[in-house]
């Protein structure tokens, strides 16, 4: 918060220099925190000691700026601007300005003496009512030193401020920062004249950022999953408003969908408040909070993020009216199957998936294939539905998948048991050697500090690898209903509904259709099946792993006969 104060001079006295009574004085007051303006009342005592010097010096005190909750160690200040400004008029409105102390004016040495000579140049000078120092070159150097030592003080300041934010964040405590939707700050200790507050749930505004996450995994149930803009105009169309009553944007939304502090994870100290550049990860500070999306929720929306961000996938592939946009590949090159469209001579139109590198480069590039376009969709759709989407289809890939991570599980166990030894081991040495130097059978020498800092090393890297395990989700088993009605679900939904809707369906499992000359493969993740499965029977598309992990025989659906091709038959 700024304010100014201009007085206009009565008098159209021209500069002098010295101290006579003819000089126009202008004030300028600062405080740097608002514990400094509100508690501490710095201001208004700068104010008075500021006036009563320029009662005695005999100056007329011309003009007033106060600046407030602003730091000095740079001149992004606007009341200080405009002081600056006004200064250097043609008109000569001030023949000094008058501040409580050198370091209300700046804490930056070289910048000071930057803007004392741009106000010299306008015949202005700067006086320190506590630092009273002339113009000889003994007193100059005098005032650069007071600018070091103020520049050092604030850089002290700060370090030490940082050094505090990051402990209490470390004990879990709010720093002060914006709270983000969905969460409120509560008091939880006092002490002395500070409050400690933590991050609560608001059990209002947590309803709205689950409904957000909600829409675009699943939609609102009229459509497929909704993309950030369009749930964005859903959420103003419904009347939904951010905390400080105002419309939500797009760049809000996509904010509350990527802020990792929903599951529970507050960073703090990740960027430089100055620059916004971010900081190494060893200096990030986790903050438990409360969770209000599951982290497999959050992931997968992570995951649907990248997927659908207009860098990566096209927004036609996503919401296009075209079902197989994006998925269909030829299977020659490995190119995009396109739409193209033909008129016959009675006038109806025919359109075709067509090879887009045929199209562009000819045949050199491939050979190409075209295949009618409803004929591929509904191969597509009739096969996933009688084949991929039946439980029993489903409980065998899943079984085989169970079957793999129960071996990775084995393998897992192993290594937690190997750590744990490590781990124990090492700690069972440093306790013999501490016992050792108590009991004084040793001296601490060099040797022996290099020997418990090796074994310190090697017990918490055993202790970190086994965080790391702990904390990996363990996929939980899916029951037969589970199954069921994902498949009934799935079947109904990929066959009927608009088409944006049904391809939502379709990419949540599917991650490519091959377009061969007598074959068509649907190719998916056996990972992603159970995911989207597990996920509420309507997870997104996910970041697509390019193993062909669920086709049993390098095929997304078994033959009848085993003589037959591996593929679904075109």
Not at 413 to 435: G, H, I, M, N
Not at 531 to 559: E, H, M, Y
Request: hydrophobic fraction near 35%; include cysteine.
């Amino acid at each position: 918060m700024t304010k100014s104060r201009v007085r206009r001079s009565k008098t159209s006295s021209a500069s002098v220099t010295g101290e006579s009574a003819a000089q126009r004085a202008c004030g300028y007051y600062r405080a740097s925190t608002s514990r400094q303006v509100e508690v501490e009342l710095t201001i208004p005592s700068q104010m008075r000691a500021v006036q009563a010097y320029c009662e005695r010096k005999g100056w007329e005190l011309a003009g007033e700026f106060v600046e407030q909750g602003a730091t000095a160690t740079d001149d992004n200040r606007p009341e200080f601007q405009k002081m600056i400004e006004r200064a250097c008029d043609d008109d000569h409105p001030y023949d000094v300005i008058v501040v409580y102390a050198f370091s209300r004016f700046f804490r930056d040495g070289f910048t000071m003496e930057m803007y004392i000579r741009k106000l010299a140049k306008a015949g202005v000078r700067l006086v320190s009512i506590t630092q009273e120092l002339g113009d000889d070159p003994a007193q100059v150097m005098m005032r650069q030193i007071i600018g070091l030592f103020d520049e050092y003080q604030s850089r002290e300041n700060g370090k030490h401020v940082r050094k505090a934010l990051i402990e209490n964040a470390r004990q879990g405590f709010y720093n002060g920062s914006p709270i983000p939707l969905g969460y409120k700050s509560v008091e939880v200790e006092k002490r002395g004249a500070r409050i400690k507050k933590k991050l609560a749930i608001d059990a209002v505004e947590a309803e709205t950022v689950k409904l957000i996450f909600r829409l675009y995994r699943q939609g609102d149930g009229t459509s497929g999953p909704l993309g950030v803009k369009k749930l964005t105009s859903w959420l103003n169309e419904r009347g939904y408003r951010t905390r400080r009553g105002a419309r939500f944007g797009v760049a809000t939304v996509h904010g509350i969908l990527s802020n990792p502090i929903y599951m529970g994870q507050w960073v703090f100290n990740k960027r430089d408040s100055r620059t916004l550049k971010q900081k190494p990860a060893h200096e990030h500070v986790t903050v438990e909070v409360p969770v209000i999306i599951p982290s497999a929720e959050f992931e997968t929306v992570a995951a649907a993020l990248k997927t659908r961000d207009p860098r990566v996938t096209s927004p036609r592939v996503v919401t296009g009216p075209i079902l197989l946009t994006g998925i269909a590949t030829c299977a020659g090159c490995d190119g995009a199957m396109t739409l193209r469209t033909g008129t016959s001579s009675t006038g109806k139109v025919h359109k075709y998936y067509t090879c887009s590198t045929c199209a562009r480069q000819g045949k050199t590039g491939c050979k190409g294939r075209s295949v009618p376009m409803d004929k591929l969709d509904t191969i597509v759709v009739e096969n996933l539905a009688e084949r991929l989407f039946q439980p029993e289809r489903l409980k065998t890939i899943l079984g085989k998948l169970a079957e793999r991570r129960s071996e990775q599980a084995a393998e897992v166990d192993q290594r937690v048991s190997t750590l744990r030894s490590e781990q124990t081991a090492a700690e069972d040495k440093l306790k013999r050697l501490y016992a050792m130097v108590e009991n004084g059978l040793t001296e601490m020498d060099d040797i022996l500090k290099d020997r418990i800092a090796a074994l310190k090393v090697e017990r918490d890297r055993a202790k970190d690898a086994l965080e790391r395990i702990k904390t990996r989700p363990r996929a939980h088993a899916i029951d037969a209903r589970a199954i069921e009605r994902f498949g009934s679900l799935m079947r109904e939904n990929i066959a009927s509904g608009p088409i944006p809707f049904r391809k939502a369906y379709i990419r949540s499992v599917v991650e490519r259709v091959e377009v061969d000359d007598r074959a068509i493969r649907i190719v998916g993740d056996r990972a992603t099946l159970e995911q989207a499965i597990a996920g509420g029977q309507n997870a997104n598309p996910g970041v697509r792993s390019f193993v062909r992990k669920w086709r049993a025989r390098k095929d997304s659906n078994l033959r009848p006969s085993e003589s037959k091709s591996d593929a679904l038959s075109s």
